[in-house]
Every structure is written in C-alpha cells, then in structure tokens.
Nanobody, 117 residues
Framework: VQLVESGGGLVQPGGSLRLSCAASGFTFSNYHMSWYRQAPGKGRELVAAITHGSGRTNYADSVKGRFTISRDNAKSTVYLQMNSLKPEDTAVYYC???????????WGQGTQVTVSS
C-alpha cells in the first residue's frame, strides 16, 4: 500500500491550493478516504473525509465552506481543494485509508502547507 500526497506549498492568506493523494497497492474504490493535518506542537486532526460508495463527505467545522474533498476512483486519487486559506491552516497534511483514521490505517508521508504573507 502506498499513499503519496502532493500539492502543498507556501500560499498567502486568502489563497488556494489543491492537494492530491495518489493511492496504489489496494482497491481504492473500496475504501473510505480522509485528510488529516498536524500543526507544529499540536495533535493530528481530521480535516475531511469521503466514503467509498455514495461519496458522502464530512468536514471539520474549521474548514466547512472553504475546503472540498473529492475522489476519482479511476485515478485512485483523493483531492482536497482548499480555498480562502488562513494562517491557522498551516500544517502538514496527510491522507489516510479510512473515514476516521488511527495508527491501524495506512497513511501517506504528508505534504507541508504554509499560509503566510
């Protein structure tokens, strides 16, 4: 199993980024997928999740209306579109195989997002 995140970087407040997580080694379409983030000195928190069937989504209150999770099963990829970024969105962003993930799920290596002027 491999999860590879990309798309992170430095962006000004109010800007946008789209993160991608390319999956391989398992049947992607059978798995819920999630994005988590971890800011310096803080624990890992759920950002958004999407189910494998209906594509039902769930978001942290702090990102509702600004972030959108989506998936392309044909490409085995899950995305996180992030708009209206704020400095408090600065973190390492991880994708994982689950609707709620813990150490028992598969995780990617993470991609850094820095929101700063």
């Amino acid at each position: 199993v491999q999860l590879v995140e990309s798309g992170g970087g430095l962006v000004q407040p109010g800007g946008s980024l789209r993160l991608s997580c390319a999956a391989s080694g398992f049947t992607f379409s059978n798995y819920h997928m999630s994005w988590y983030r971890q800011a310096p000195g803080k624990g890992r928190e759920l950002v958004a999740a999407i189910t494998h069937g209906s594509g039902r989504t769930n978001y942290a209150d702090s990102v509702k209306g600004r972030f959108t999770i989506s998936r392309d099963n044909a490409k085995s990829t899950v995305y996180l579109q992030m708009n209206s970024l704020k400095p408090e969105d600065t973190a390492v962003y991880y994708c994982c195989t689950g609707y709620v993930c813990d150490d028992g799920n598969y995780w990617g290596q993470g991609t850094q997002v820095t929101v700063s002027s």
